[in-house]
């Protein structure tokens, strides 16, 4: 199954939270209560969002986080390339595929296709978007019934 780490989901709310907040400074805490994580868990992730250029941290007594950038320009790729790595469906979809088979494999061309295709979504998505969906925002059908997309009603 592909699937995001609960430290990506964390650090997904985390940024939400901040962009909520706007130019307002956020402490640790505040953030942990906000999202209802564990204080320890978004220390960790506020320290690794501030080297991924994502948070600006200020110190001292009034310190605390808020976005480094506009949340309209911050998208779920660069976010999965900071908490994940770089999205990759298989071995040959990474610019450092490590993959014996690669040479003679007949379905790496495709598999590389849709892991574009993926990244290619999650580029078009922003942390506003994340945090804000749209109504019309397509909905996956997982019930495997129809071809037809979903729409979310807000």
């Not at 939400?16 to 402490?27: E, I, K, N, R, T």
């Not at 310190?63 to 908490?83: H, M, S, T, V």
């Not at 994340?130 to 729409?151: I, Q, R």
Request: glycine share 8%.
């Amino acid at each position: 199954m592909f699937r995001i780490s609960k430290l990506t989901d964390y650090g997904t709310l985390i940024l939400v939270f901040l962009a909520d907040q706007g130019d307002q400074l956020a402490s640790a805490s505040e953030v942990s209560a906000g999202i209802h994580v564990a204080q320890p868990t978004v220390q960790k992730l506020l320290k690794l969002l501030a080297r991924s250029g994502f948070v600006d941290s200020v110190r001292g007594t009034e310190g605390g986080y808020k976005l480094a950038r506009d949340p309209d320009q911050i998208n779920a790729a660069e976010i999965l390339d900071a908490l994940e790595g770089p999205v990759a469906i298989t071995e040959c979809s990474t610019d450092a595929g490590d993959c014996a088979l690669e040479s003679m494999c007949q379905t790496g061309g495709a598999w590389q296709k849709i892991n574009n295709s993926i990244r290619q979504a999650l580029a078009e998505v922003t942390l506003t978007d994340l945090g804000h969906p749209k109504a019309d925002f397509p909905a996956p059908d997982l019930t495997g019934d129809s071809n037809e997309p979903h729409t979310r009603t807000n």
